[in-house]
């Protein structure tokens, strides 16, 4: 069995499990898009070897299947990089939404002060 037959039996596998996981609804199916992207470029890639062959030429890669992992490690810096961007969007709604709920719970601290002080005349 060649490399690159194990390379496609690998990204199958993980396919499926990103479509499990899309199923059960443990991942997000906005978030699974570009997971289902990465598995069906380097998949195809990894099945066509003359196409495989001929990019390892151009780009002078002497064995075509590390093209493949190349790819690969290009695909998952770029999905890092997206989950970084995502997690920062994250951190900023969460200290946007810490400063409003602290501004609603000193405002709710004033009031129910007011309302003692009017309560003990």
Do not use: H
């Not at 570009?34 to 066509?48: D, E």
């Amino acid at each position: 069995m060649s490399i690159t037959l194990v390379s496609f039996f690998i990204i199958f596998f993980f396919f499926l499990i990103v479509i499990e996981s899309v199923r059960r609804g443990i991942l997000e199916t906005k978030y699974s898009i570009l997971w289902i992207i990465v598995c069906i470029v380097l998949g195809v890639m990894s099945l066509a070897t003359d196409f495989l062959e001929q990019m390892a030429y151009l780009l002078g890669v002497v064995y075509a299947p590390s093209l493949l992992f190349l790819f690969g490690l290009i695909a998952s810096l770029i999905l890092i990089f997206d989950l970084t961007r995502r997690i920062s969007n994250l951190n900023s709604r969460l200290i946007a939404l810490t400063q409003e709920y602290a501004l609603f719970r000193e405002e709710s601290n004033k009031e129910m002060t007011k309302q003692e002080k009017e309560n003990e005349q």
